[in-house]
C-alpha cells in the first residue's frame, strides 16, 4: 500500500524513497529558497542525521540551506560524572547494566574499562533483561543505568513500578525541548528553523515544542525518517520562513498524533518529576532531566548507594561538545579519522551508532 502525507498548502506526496519524487522536492526547496537568504535548520535526533548523512541530502541543498546536528544523541549527551557514578556504584558490588554504545564512551573510567578491570557490568537489550537478571540474582543488587530521552522513559517507568526490591534505576533520562531552548538562547548559532525528532514526538506529541516557536518566532516541522520525509520537512520550513511564519506543523502524521501517546505521557508522569540536569558539551539545563519521584525512591540508585554525580571536565582535544551544541560539523574536529575512529574513539559522538561523528566517517565519504 502507498504511504501518504498530506502538509500544508495541499502537498501531497509518496514517501517511499522514489527518486521522481524526490527530484521533485529538490526542485521546489532550491525554487523557494532563492527568495531566502543564509538558512541554518537543526535536527536533535540521531536518526535524522543517519538518514541526511546516509542518502547525502546535504549534498542535494541549495548552498544556502544547512542542515546541522544538535544533541539528538542520548549516549553523547551523557555527562561523564553519571558514567563515574555507574562505575562506583559496581564498585559496590552491585550489578550495573546498560546498552551497548554507553559501555564504550570515553571518560575518567568508562564502563568497559570498569568491565575489564573486573566489575559486574553487563550489557542488556532492554531493561526487562535487567529485570530477569534481578529476579534470578535476589541476592544482588542489580542496577540499570538508564540513559535516553521522552522515547525510553515510558519503558523505564514501567519497570520501576513492576520489578523486584533488588531492582534501581540510575536515571540519566533528558527531554527535549528545554535543550533546543537553549540553543536558541545561548546566541552562539543562528537557527533558522527546527526538524523536531520523530520518536521523541510519538510520545510528546505537538505541544511542548509550541512554546519554542512562540518565544523566538522560529519554524519547527516534525519529520519521519525516510529520505522525503526529511525533504518535505526542509521544504515545509522554508515555506514557513518564506511567508513569515513561526509554528509547529506534523509531517509524520503517519507516526504523530497531536497529543502523543497519552497513556505513556501518564506512566512517564507518575514515576518522574523534572530535575535540573547538565548534559555534555552544555550547562545545567533547567528541568531537562527526569527524576525518580520521592514516592519511588526505594528504585532509586543515587539514593540507595548515597552517590552525588561528579562535575568532570572534558577532554581538551576532543571536540564533541561543540559538534553536539551544532557550532561545527564533525569533521572539522581535528581528530577527525585519523585520531578518533570508530575503532578508537576519543569522544561519544564516535562511539554511539546515532553519533554524528559516527555516522559521517560511516557515510559522509561518499559525499566529499
Known amino acids: 500500500m502507498e504511504r501518504t502525507t498530506q502538509g500544508r498548502g495541499g502537498l501531497l506526496v509518496n514517501l517511499y524513497r522514489d527518486r521522481s519524487v524526490s527530484d521533485t522536492l529538490i526542485q521546489k526547496i532550491s525554487k523557494i529558497s532563492k527568495n531566502l537568504d543564509e538558512i541554518k535548520i537543526c535536527h536533535v535526533c540521531g536518526t535524522h542525521e543517519h538518514v541526511i548523512t546516509h542518502y547525502g541530502i546535504r549534498a542535494l541543498l541549495p548552498e544556502n540551506v544547512q542542515v546541522v546536528s544538535g544533541p539528538g544523541c542520548p549516549v553523547c549527551v551523557t555527562t561523564q560524572g553519571e558514567i563515574e557514578a555507574a562505575v562506583n556504584i559496581a564498585e559496590r558490588g552491585a550489578i550495573v547494566t546498560t546498552y551497548g554504545d554507553m559501555i564504550r564512551v570515553p571518560s575518567r573510567r568508562s564502563l568497559s574499562d570498569a568491565k575489564a578491570s573486573g566489575l559486574d557490568i553487563r550489557l ?3 531493561i526487562n533483561d535487567s529485570i530477569n537478571l534481578a529476579l534470578s540474582n ?30 534501581y534505576v540510575l ?24 526538524i523536531d525528532p520523530g520518536h521523541v514526538s510519538t510520545i510528546i506529541g505537538i505541544k511542548p515544542y509550541e512554546p519554542i516557536s512562540k518565544k523566538f518566532k522560529i519554524p519547527q516541522v516534525i519529520c519521519g525518517f525516510e529520505p522525503n520525509d526529511i525533504l518535505i520537512g526542509i521544504y515545509l520550513l522554508l515555506k514557513q520562513i518564506n511567508e513569515k511564519r513561526a509554528e509547529v506543523e506534523n509531517e509524520y502524521v503517519r507516526g504523530v498524533r497531536a497529543e502523543g501517546n497519552l497513556k505513556a505521557q501518564i506512566l512517564m508522569d507518575k514515576v518522574f518529576e523534572p530535575c535540573d540536569i547538565r548534559w555534555r558539551g552544555f550547562p545545567v539545563i533547567p528541568k531537562s532531566g527526569l527524576a525518580l519521584k520521592k514516592e519511588y525512591s ?6 540507595e548507594f548515597n552517590i552525588i554525580t561528579e562535575d568532570i571536565p572534558e577532554e581538551k582535544e576532543c571536540s564533541c561538545p561543540e559538534v553536539l551544541r551544532a557550532e561545527i560539523s564533525p569533521r572539522e574536529c581535528p581528530l577527525f579519522g585519523n585520531i578518533c575512529t ?18 559521517s566517517f560511516k557515510y559522509e565519504k561518499s559525499f566529499r
Open 138 to 167: 535476589p541476592a544482588k543488587k542489580v542496577v540499570h543505568f538508564a540513559i535516553g530521552f521522552e522515547t525510553t522513559c515510558p519503558t523505564t517507568a514501567v519497570a520501576v513500578l513492576n520489578s523486584p526490591d533488588n531492582f
Open 298 to 303: 526505594n528504585k532509586d540508585a543515587y539514593k
Open 124 to 126: 542488556v537489550y532492554s
Open 171 to 194: 536515571s540519566a533520562h533528558r527531554v527535549v525541548p528545554p535543550a533546543m531552548d537553549l540553543l536558541l538562547s545561548s546566541g552562539k548559532i543562528n537557527l533558522s528553523g527546527f
Open 342 to 359: 570508530p575503532q578508537n574513539p576519543k569522544g561519544p559522538c564516535m562511539v554511539s551508532r546515532e553519533g554524528a561523528c559516527y555516522i
